[in-house]
C-alpha cells in the first residue's frame, strides 16, 4: 500500500510536469494520453485501498516522503497518512478526476490551449491528494494553497475571456480571506499544542477540552476559536454562506473543471478538514454550533437562489453550494459519517451532473442559458438519461421501506435524521431549513430538466446558435472559437413569450463523443448505485471509520431512532417539489413568468442572489479600491515614489549639477572652500 | 621689564606688519611691511636668547626677500617709469618704517643686555639648555637627535632641485644644436677648406 | 642612542634615498635615453623594500624596539602595512610610465627618481612618529608630487594642474603648519605619545583648534570633502601614470598618516573629531558620487569615485577602534588594486592617431573592439560600487562593521544608502562600454607590462579576491594592533 500511495499522489505531478513543460512540443495527444493515462492508473490503484479498508484489511499507516521542517519546537516532514478517511476522498478524487480527463478530450477539442488545460487539471490532481493525504496541518495547508492556485488558473484558463480573469481573481480573493482563517488557526493550533501533526493534534485535544484563553479583555474557549478559525478556512475552500460569492463566478471556467474541482473534490476540501479534525471539533460546543447555523444557512440560501437562475451550470453551482451546506450542518451535529457519506455520493452525481450540462453545452454550441433550450430529450437522449440519474440521485428518489434509492436519498436522508436525532433547537433548526432546501432542490433540479429536455426548441434566439448556423457547425472554428466571444447575454428577466419559441433556427443538436459518454454512464453508475452499496459502511459501521473520524454511536442510534415521518420527509418534499416544478414548466408555462409579476421583490432579491455582491462591492471593494486609490496616488506616488525613488533620482540629479557647478575651476574658490571647511569644523566643535 | 616692553612691542609690530601685508594694494608696499615684520621676528627670537636664529630670519629672509622684491618687480611687468615718479610716494613710508626699524633696533639692544625671557616648558620647568652657544645646541641636536629629520629635509631640497630643473630645463632640439658656436670648429677653420673656386655656367647656379 | 638599531629600521628609507641619488648621478650621466633602465631599477629598488618591510609586516611589530630617533620614526607594523602597499603601488607606476611617456616623446628620466622620492617621502609620513617627520615626509612627498603633475610641461592642462596643486597645497601645509604649531604650544611637544599623554584631560580652545587645523591640513592630502577640490582638476590634468600614482601610493599614505594621528596622538579626544570625520565621510561620499554622475572624462570620474571611497575609508576611521584602523587598511588594499586597475585599463586605450583616450563616449561599445579589456573596467568598475560578487564589496563591507560595532550604526546606514548613488555612475561606464552603439574609436594594441598589470588586479578584483580575506584581515588586525592605541 505504501508504494501505490505514493504512485498515486506523485504521478499525476509528474504528469503535469511532464505535460506542462512539454506542452506544444509534445502535442495535444501525447499530453492528453499521459496525464489521462496516469490519472487512470491512480484511479485504479485506489480503488484497492478503498477496498481494503471497506474490508476492514488495511488499517491507517503513514508513509514517509522527506524530512521538511526541524527547527526548534516546529518539526514536521513530508508523509502520507492513509486512513479510512483518506481512503474515501482518494477514490473520490482519482475516480472523478480521471473522469473528467478522458471527458475533457471531447470537451476541450477545438481549444488550442489543450495540453496546458491537461496539465492544470493534473496538477490540481496532485495537490487535493497532497491535501487529502496530509499528515500534518503544513502539509495540508500546502495542499489547500495547491488546489486554490490550480482552481485560479483553470478558472481563468480562457485568459482572453476578460469575465473568467475576473472570475479567477474573486475566486482567489475570497478564499485568501478564508486562507487567512485556515492559518491563523493552523497558528494557533501549533500555539497550544506545540505540533502540527495531525494524530498527535487530535489525541491531546480531549484534554484541552474547557481551557479558555483571554482575547481582547474576554475569556474564550481555546478550542472554539481555533475550531471557528479552522472552518473560516473550510468556508472559504467550501463557498459557505458568506464567502461562497466565488463558486458562481467560477463556472466561467470550462465545464470539466467546474466538474472536478467545483462540485466533487476541491470545494468539499473544508468537509474534508472538519471530519479530519473531528475529535478537535467535538471538544469546542460553540464552534460546532457555528458550523450548523453556516451550514443550514447556505444550504437554504443556495437553494432558493437556484431556484430562478437561467445559466445551467449556474443552478448546479448553487445546488453545490446548497449541498456543501448539507454536509457541513451533518458535520456540526456531529454526524462526520454522513456527512462524508454525502460528499462521496454527492461527488458522483454532481459531477454527472456538471458533465450533462458540459455535455448539453456542447450539443448547444456554447450555449449555456436555459431560455434558449428545450426539447433536447430526443435530440441527445443519452445525455438526457444521465442528467436523469444525476437528478434523481440529487433530489433523493428511493423507497424507504425498500430500504433502496439512487444515491442522494441515502446520503441526504441520514444527514436530515442526524440533525433531528441531535435533538438540539440548533439540530431542530437544521433539520427544518434542510427539509426546506430539498423541496427547493427537487424544484429547481426538475426545472432545469423540463426547461432543458421538454417542452418546444427555444434555440433561434441564441446567439451562439444563430453564430452556428451561419458559421457552419461541424468544421473546428479555430479562427473564431465561441468561447473567445462569449460573453454572455443580457440577462433579462422575463421569461420568453410562447409564440417566441418556436424555431430551431434550423440547428441539429448533436450527441456528444464517446470519450464525454464513457464518464457519464460511469458516473450515472455511481449516482444510482453508490448510495445503496456503501451507506452501511458510511453510516452505520464504526469499524470502517476505524477512529478517523470522531464516531458518535449515541447519535447513530437516535437518527435510526427518529419518528416515521422525519424519514419520509425527504421523500415527501422531494414530490412536492417535482409537482410544483411539472405544473409550472410543463402544465402551464405561464404561471413563472405570473410568479415574478405577483413577488416582484423576492425574485429580484434571489436572482441577485440576495444582494451579496452587492453588498460585499459596496462594503469591501469599493473601500479597496478607494483605499487603494489613495494609497497608490497619494501614498505610494504622492509620498514614497515623490520622497523615496522619483525624489531621490530628482535630488541626484540636481545634486550633480551642483557638484559640476561647485567645481569651478577658480583657485580661489578652491582655496575659499578649504578655509571656509576649517573654519566650519572649529565653529562645531567650539559650540 | 625692559623685555616684557620690547617682546609686546616686537609681537605687535609683528602682527600689524603682517596685517599690512596682505592689506596693502601696492606689492612694493606689501615687501616693505614683510622685511617690518620679519626684523621684529627676528627681535622676538633676541629676546628669547635664541641669537643664531635671528640672524638666520634676518640674513636668510630679509636677504632672500631683497630677491623676491626683484624678482616682484619684474614679474609683475611694472613699468620703471612710473615706479620712478612714485619713489616719491613710496618714500615716506620707507623712511617710517626704517625709522621705526631704528628704534627698535635701539630698545632691542637694550632688551637684549638685560637678560632672555625665560621660556617654559607645561611642567614648568625651564627648558634645558646643551650648551652655551645657540650654534653649538642646534648642532649638536641636529646631527643627532634630528639626524634623520635633518637628512629628509635635505632631500627635499633636493627634489626641488629636480624639480625645477625638469620643469624649466629644456634640451635644444637638433635642428638648433646645429647652429651652435662651435669655438673648436672655427679655431681649426682654414683658407683651404673654408674656400673653393668655382666657375658656374651662364644661367645655372652653384650647389653650396 | 643604538645608531646601528636605527639605521635597520630605516633601511627601506635609507635604500631608496641612496638608490634615488645614485639613479639621479646615472640619469644626468646618461640623460633620457637611460629612462628605462632607470625605471627599470627603481622598480627593483621598490621591490628590494618590499622586502624590507616584509618581516615587520609579518609579525606585526610594535612596541619601544621599532621607535628610532627617540620616537620621531616609527618602523611598526602598522607602517609597514602601508609601505608594501605604497611600494606595490610605485612599482606599478613606474612599469606604466615608460609606454606612456615615450609615446608622447616625453619620457624622461627623472620620472622614476621623483616617483622614488615621492615613495621615499610616504614612507616617512607613514612612519612618523613625531608632528615634525610628520611634516618632512609630508612636503617631501608634495614637492615631489607637483613636479610629477605638471611632468608634461608642455601640455597645458598638466601644467595647469601641476600649479593647482602646488598653490593649495602650500594653502593646506600652512593650515597643517599652522595647526600643529598650536598643538606645540599647548602641549609642549611634538612627539605623538607625549602629545596623546598631554591630551587627556578637556583640551584648551588653542589645542582643539591646533587638532582641527591638523586635521584639516592632513584631510587636503587624503582628499576628504571639503578638501577635495583639487583633485578632479589634478587627476584629470596630471598625465595618467602620475593620476594613478596620486590615487594609489600618497593616498595610502595620507590616510595610513590620518589614522595615526588621529588614533595615537589625538586618540584620547576621539570625540572632539569624530562628528567632523563623520561629516567629512558622508560629505565625500555624497559629493563624490554626485560629482561623477555628470563627468565626460574618465579620469575626472575616477577622481570622484577617488572622493567617494575616502568617504568610506573614514567610516572605517570614524569606529576610531582597532577594528576601525584594520577596516580601513583593508579597503585602501582594495582600493589601491581596483583604482590601479582602473587607470591601467583606461592608460591602455588609444584612438587611430596613438592619443589616449579618456573620453567616456569614445568608450561606448567597447566590448566588441576590446572585449577582455572592457570585462575587466566593467570588473573593475562594479567592484568599486561595491557589488557583492567582486571584491570590492569585501572593503565596504569590514568598514561598516566596523561602524556598526562601534555603535555607528546610522553612519553606516548612510553610508549603504549614498553607496546606492556612487553605483549609478560605476553602472553608467558599464552601460555605455556594453550597451551604447560602438564609437569605434578605440583601436591598437597594448603592451605586454600593462596586460600583465591589468590581468594580475583584475583576477585580485574577481570573486577570487575572497581567498584573500583571511590572510589580508590577519595582517591589517596585527597592523592595527600594532599602532598601540590602548591608553
Same mark, same amino acid.
Given at each position: ?409 441515502? &446520503?441526504?436522508? $441520514? *444527514? ?9 433547537? /440548533?439540530?431542530?433548526?437544521? @433539520? !427544518?431549513? +434542510? ?88 458516473? &450515472?453508475?455511481? $449516482? *444510482? ?9 458510511? /453510516?452505520?459501521?464504526?469499524? @470502517? !471509520?476505524? +477512529? ?140 | ?208 | ?487
Amino acid at each position: 500500500m505504501s508504494t501505490s500511495i505514493l504512485i498515486i499522489v506523485f504521478l499525476p505531478l509528474l504528469a503535469a510536469i511532464v505535460g506542462g513543460l512539454g506542452n506544444r512540443s509534445l502535442g495535444n495527444v501525447a499530453v492528453k494520453a499521459i496525464t489521462t493515462g496516469t490519472l487512470f492508473v491512480s484511479c485504479a490503484l485506489s480503488w484497492p485501498i478503498f477496498l481494503g479498508f471497506l474490508s476492514g484489511d488495511y488499517s491507517a499507516m503513514v508513509v514517509p516522503v522527506l524530512d521538511w521542517v526541524r527547527s526548534g519546537d516546529m518539526d514536521f516532514d513530508w508523509a502520507l497518512r492513509v486512513d479510512t478517511l483518506t481512503a474515501v476522498m482518494l477514490v473520490v478524487i482519482t475516480t472523478v478526476s480521471a473522469l473528467v480527463h478522458l471527458y475533457s478530450w471531447g470537451y476541450m477539442d477545438e481549444d488550442p490551449d489543450q495540453p496546458r488545460f491537461f496539465a492544470y487539471l493534473s496538477l490540481f490532481t496532485f495537490a487535493m491528494l497532497m491535501l487529502v493525504t496530509a499528515d500534518n496541518l503544513v502539509q495540508m495547508f500546502f495542499g489547500w494553497e495547491g488546489v486554490g492556485l490550480a482552481s485560479y488558473l483553470l478558472i481563468g484558463f480562457w485568459f482572453r475571456k476578460p469575465s473568467a480573469n475576473a472570475a479567477a481573481m474573486k475566486a482567489f480573493i475570497v478564499n485568501r480571506v478564508g486562507d487567512l482563517g485556515f492559518m491563523l488557526g493552523i497558528f494557533g493550533t501549533f500555539l497550544v499544542f506545540g505540533t502540527t501533526s495531525i494524530s498527535a493534534i487530535l489525541q491531546a485535544a480531549p484534554a484541552m477540552s474547557g481551557a479558555s484563553v483571554g482575547f481582547l479583555g474576554s475569556r474564550v474557549m481555546v478550542m472554539d476559536v481555533l475550531c471557528i478559525l479552522l472552518f473560516i478556512g473550510a468556508m472559504g475552500k467550501s463557498a459557505q454562506l458568506g464567502l461562497h460569492t466565488w463558486l458562481p463566478d467560477a463556472m466561467e471556467g470550462p465545464t470539466p473543471v467546474s466538474a472536478l474541482i467545483h462540485a466533487a473534490t476541491m470545494v468539499t476540501a473544508g468537509v474534508f478538514m472538519v471530519c479530519r479534525l473531528s475529535p478537535m471539533f467535538e471538544t469546542a460546543p460553540v464552534a460546532l454550533a457555528f458550523v450548523t447555523f453556516i451550514g443550514a444557512a447556505t444550504c437554504l440560501f443556495a437553494a432558493t437562489v437556484g431556484t430562478v437562475q437561467w445559466d445551467i451550470k449556474r443552478v448546479i453551482a448553487y445546488s453545490t453550494c446548497s449541498q456543501l451546506g448539507y454536509m457541513f450542518f451533518a458535520a456540526g451535529v456531529g454526524a462526520y459519517g454522513a456527512a462524508m457519506f454525502h460528499l462521496f455520493t454527492h461527488a458522483f452525481f454532481k459531477a454527472l451532473l456538471f458533465l450533462g450540462a458540459g455535455s448539453v453545452i456542447h450539443a448547444m454550441h456554447h450555449e449555456q442559458d436555459m431560455r434558449y433550450y428545450g426539447a433536447l430529450r430526443k435530440k441527445i437522449p443519452l445525455t438526457f438519461w444521465a442528467m436523469m440519474a444525476g437528478t434523481l440521485a440529487i433530489t433523493g428518489v428511493g423507497i424507504y421501506w425498500l430500504h433502496a434509492g439512487f444515491a442522494g436519498f441515502h &446520503s441526504k436522508d $441520514a *444527514i436530515l435524521e442526524a440533525a433531528f436525532g441531535r435533538g438540539t433547537e /440548533l439540530g431542530q433548526f437544521a @433539520f !427544518w431549513l +434542510g427539509a426546506f432546501s430539498a423541496l427547493l432542490t427537487s424544484f429547481y433540479s426538475w426545472r432545469l430538466m423540463f426547461l432543458t429536455f421538454w417542452g418546444k426548441p427555444r434555440w433561434a434566439q441564441s446567439e451562439h446558435i444563430q453564430h452556428a448556423v451561419h458559421h457552419g457547425h461541424d468544421g473546428p472554428d479555430e479562427a473564431n472559437p465561441a468561447w473567445q466571444e462569449d460573453a454572455g447575454h443580457a440577462v433579462t428577466h422575463d421569461v420568453p413569450a410562447p409564440g417566441d419559441m418556436e424555431g430551431t433556427a434550423g440547428y441539429h443538436p448533436h450527441e456528444s463523443p464517446v470519450s464525454m459518454l464513457i464518464p457519464l454512464a460511469v458516473l &450515472s453508475l455511481g $449516482a *444510482i448505485f453508490a448510495g445503496w452499496l456503501f451507506s452501511e459502511a458510511f /453510516l452505520d459501521s464504526a469499524e @470502517f !471509520w476505524d +477512529g478517523s473520524i470522531y464516531y458518535n454511536e449515541g447519535l447513530i442510534h437516535a437518527m435510526h431512532g427518529t419518528p416515521l415521518w422525519v424519514k419520509l420527509t425527504a421523500t415527501i418534499v422531494m414530490l412536492v417539489g417535482l409537482l410544483i416544478a411539472w405544473f409550472a414548466y410543463i402544465r402551464d408555462t405561464s404561471v413563472p413568468g405570473k410568479f415574478v409579476e405577483q413577488f416582484r421583490l423576492l425574485h429580484a432579491f434571489l436572482f441577485n442572489k440576495w444582494y451579496f455582491d452587492e453588498l460585499y462591492d459596496r462594503i469591501f471593494v469599493r473601500p479597496a479600491f478607494w483605499f487603494g486609490r489613495k494609497f497608490w496616488k497619494v501614498g505610494d506616488e504622492g509620498g514614497i515614489d515623490r520622497f523615496g525613488p522619483d525624489g531621490a533620482a530628482w535630488l541626484v540629479s540636481r545634486g550633480s549639477v551642483g557638484a559640476r557647478k561647485f567645481q569651478s575651476g577658480y583657485l580661489y574658490s578652491y582655496a575659499l572652500i578649504m578655509l571656509l571647511g576649517v573654519v566650519a569644523a572649529i565653529t562645531w566643535v567650539l559650540m | 621689564m625692559l623685555q616684557t616692553i620690547a617682546f609686546y612691542l616686537f609681537a605687535t609690530l609683528v602682527v600689524a606688519s603682517a596685517v599690512m601685508v596682505i592689506m596693502s594694494r601696492n606689492p612694493v608696499h606689501s615687501v616693505l611691511w614683510l622685511i617690518l615684520s620679519f626684523f621684529n621676528a627676528a627681535g622676538l627670537m633676541v629676546l628669547v636668547g635664541a641669537e643664531f636664529i635671528a640672524m638666520l630670519l634676518v640674513i636668510v629672509y630679509v636677504g632672500a626677500v631683497a630677491v623676491l622684491f626683484l624678482f616682484v618687480v619684474m614679474m609683475l611687468d611694472i613699468d620703471f617709469a612710473s615706479m620712478r615718479a612714485g619713489f616719491v610716494r613710496n618714500a615716506p613710508l620707507g623712511i617710517a618704517i626704517a625709522l621705526v626699524l631704528l628704534a627698535e633696533l635701539v630698545l632691542g639692544i637694550g632688551a637684549y643686555r638685560a637678560g632672555a625671557l625665560i621660556l617654559g616648558t607645561p611642567d614648568g620647568t625651564a627648558a634645558p639648555l646643551l650648551f652655551e652657544s645657540n650654534i653649538e645646541s642646534i648642532g649638536a641636536l641636529l646631527y643627532s637627535r634630528y639626524l634623520f629629520l635633518f637628512e629628509s629635509a635635505g632631500i627635499i631640497l633636493l627634489v626641488a632641485m629636480i624639480g625645477a630643473i625638469v620643469l624649466t630645463h629644456r634640451e635644444r632640439p637638433a635642428a638648433h644644436r646645429r647652429a651652435h658656436q662651435d669655438i673648436g670648429k672655427q679655431v681649426r677653420r682654414n683658407p683651404k677648406e673654408a674656400t673653393f673656386n668655382a666657375s658656374p655656367e651662364i644661367g645655372k647656379g652653384i650647389d653650396l | 642612542m643604538d645608531f646601528g638599531n636605527y639605521l635597520a629600521l630605516i633601511a627601506p628609507e635609507l635604500l631608496i634615498s641612496i638608490s634615488g641619488l645614485v639613479l639621479l648621478l646615472v640619469a644626468a650621466w646618461v640623460g633620457d635615453s637611460a629612462a628605462r633602465p632607470i625605471s627599470i631599477l627603481a622598480a627593483l629598488v621598490l621591490g628590494v623594500a618590499c622586502f624590507m618591510v616584509g618581516p615587520a609586516l609579518f609579525d606585526g611589530a610594535s612596541g619601544p624596539d621599532t621607535n628610532a630617533f627617540a620616537g620621531q620614526f616609527r618602523a611598526d607594523g602598522f607602517a609597514a602595512f602601508a609601505k608594501m602597499l605604497i611600494y606595490l603601488s610605485g612599482i606599478a607606476c613606474l612599469m606604466i610610465a615608460p609606454a606612456f611617456f615615450e609615446r608622447l616623446g616625453a619620457m624622461r628620466a627623472e620620472y622614476p627618481i621623483l616617483i622614488l622620492f615621492s615613495v621615499l617621502g610616504t614612507g616617512i609620513m607613514v612612519s612618523s612618529g613625531n608632528l615634525i617627520t610628520l611634516y618632512i615626509g609630508l612636503e617631501l612627498n608634495s614637492l615631489a608630487a607637483y613636479v610629477l603633475a605638471s611632468f608634461l610641461r608642455n601640455d597645458g592642462r598638466s601644467a595647469e594642474a601641476g600649479l593647482k596643486y602646488f598653490i593649495l597645497g602650500a594653502l593646506a601645509s600652512g593650515i597643517l603648519l599652522y595647526g600643529m604649531s598650536l598643538v606645540y604650544g599647548f602641549t609642549g611637544t611634538t612627539d605623538f605619545t607625549l602629545i596623546r599623554a598631554a591630551m587627556t584631560l578637556e583640551l584648551s580652545t588653542g589645542a582643539l583648534f591646533g587638532l582641527i587645523f591638523v586635521l584639516a591640513g592632513l584631510a587636503f592630502k587624503i582628499a576628504a570633502v571639503p578638501f577635495h577640490m583639487w583633485t578632479p582638476d589634478v587627476y584629470e590634468g596630471a598625465p595618467t601614470p602620475v593620476t594613478t600614482f596620486f590615487a594609489s601610493a600618497p593616498k595610502v599614505a595620507a590616510v595610513a598618516l590620518t589614522v595615526r594621528v588621529s588614533l595615537d596622538a589625538f586618540g584620547l579626544q576621539a570625540d572632539a573629531w569624530r562628528q567632523i570625520v563623520i561629516f567629512a565621510a558622508l560629505a565625500s561620499i555624497v559629493l563624490g558620487a554626485l560629482g561623477a554622475i555628470g563627468q565626460d572624462n574618465l579620469k575626472r570620474l575616477l577622481a570622484y569615485s577617488s572622493i567617494n571611497n575616502v568617504g568610506f575609508i573614514l567610516i572605517g576611521l570614524a569606529a576610531g577602534t582597532p577594528q576601525g584602523a584594520s577596516a580601513v587598511l583593508v579597503y585602501l588594499a582594495i582600493y589601491v588594486v581596483m583604482t590601479i586597475g582602473s587607470f591601467v585599463a583606461i592608460l591602455m586605450l588609444r584612438d587611430a592617431d596613438g592619443n589616449y583616450v579618456e573620453n567616456i563616449r569614445d568608450i561606448a561599445g567597447l566590448s566588441r573592439a576590446k572585449p577582455l579589456i572592457a570585462l575587466i573596467l566593467a570588473g573593475m568598475m562594479l567592484s568599486l560600487a561595491g557589488l557583492p560578487p567582486m571584491f570590492g564589496f569585501w572593503g565596504k563591507f569590514v568598514v561598516f562593521q566596523a561602524a556598526v560595532q562601534a555603535d555607528l550604526i546610522l553612519l553606516a546606514a548612510l553610508g549603504i544608502a549614498a553607496s546606492v548613488i556612487g553605483a549609478f555612475y560605476y553602472l553608467k561606464v558599464v552601460k555605455v562600454m556594453f550597451f551604447d552603439e560602438p564609437a569605434g574609436v578605440v583601436q591598437g594594441r597594448s603592451e605586454t607590462g600593462h596586460w600583465v598589470l591589468l590581468i594580475g588586479t583584475a583576477i585580485i578584483v574577481s570573486p577570487l579576491g575572497y581567498l584573500l580575506t583571511i590572510p589580508l584581515g590577519l595582517l591589517a588586525d596585527r597592523a592595527a594592533v600594532s599602532l598601540s592605541l590602548l591608553p
